[in-house]
């Protein structure tokens, strides 16, 4: 489930001066590597996946990279998974590995709120917090997108922020 308040929505990218291309990444809550392959016109995987448990938190960090570019990072992304917010088996399921967290809500069928907490940027970079939450499920993600990737392939302009 999307964020419904569009009009405030549009008036916090207005208000930060987000350019278009920049405003369909951070208010997108589909799967990021199916809107990063239509940007790059290429598959955009998952790679370089790290997970450590403190504190009763799951840490997972992860790059998005383009395959036909060289394997550029096009996203990376931060996840916090506290442990006791999150059904058993959802725990596991992120522990092995195998499926990407957005999989993992899907694979399930757990209704869900999206809810987009923070945005930012500057000339280097955009980048956006949201908390995914539902039934046995919660979790927060800081995605970061470095900008040149994008303005490469002409999906944002280059300029001074």
């Not at 278009?20 to 392959?37: C, H, S, W, Y």
């Not at 996946?49 to 009763?56: C, F, N, P, R, V």
Request: one cysteine or more; aromatic letters at 8%; hydrophobic letters at 35%.
């Amino acid at each position: 489930m999307e964020e419904l308040d569009l009009k405030a929505l549009l008036e916090r990218f207005d208000k930060g001066g987000y350019k278009r291309g920049e405003q369909i990444i951070l208010a997108n809550f589909g799967t990021n590597q199916t809107l990063l392959t239509l940007i790059f016109n290429t598959p955009c995987n998952v790679h370089d996946i790290k997970m450590d448990e403190t504190e009763g938190e799951i840490n997972r960090t992860v790059n998005i990279r383009a395959e036909s570019r060289d394997y550029e990072i096009v996203c990376q992304a931060e996840s916090h998974i506290p442990i006791d917010r999150n059904r058993p088996d959802i725990v596991r399921q992120i522990t092995d590995g195998q499926l990407g967290l957005g999989q993992i809500v899907v694979t399930n069928e757990i209704p869900n709120k999206r809810v987009l907490t923070k945005i930012g940027r500057h000339n280097k970079a955009f980048w956006r917090t949201y908390n995914i939450e539902g039934p046995g499920l919660y979790i927060v993600i800081r995605e970061y997108f470095p900008r040149e990737p994008f303005e490469k392939v002409g999906w944002i302009e280059s300029e001074e922020v």
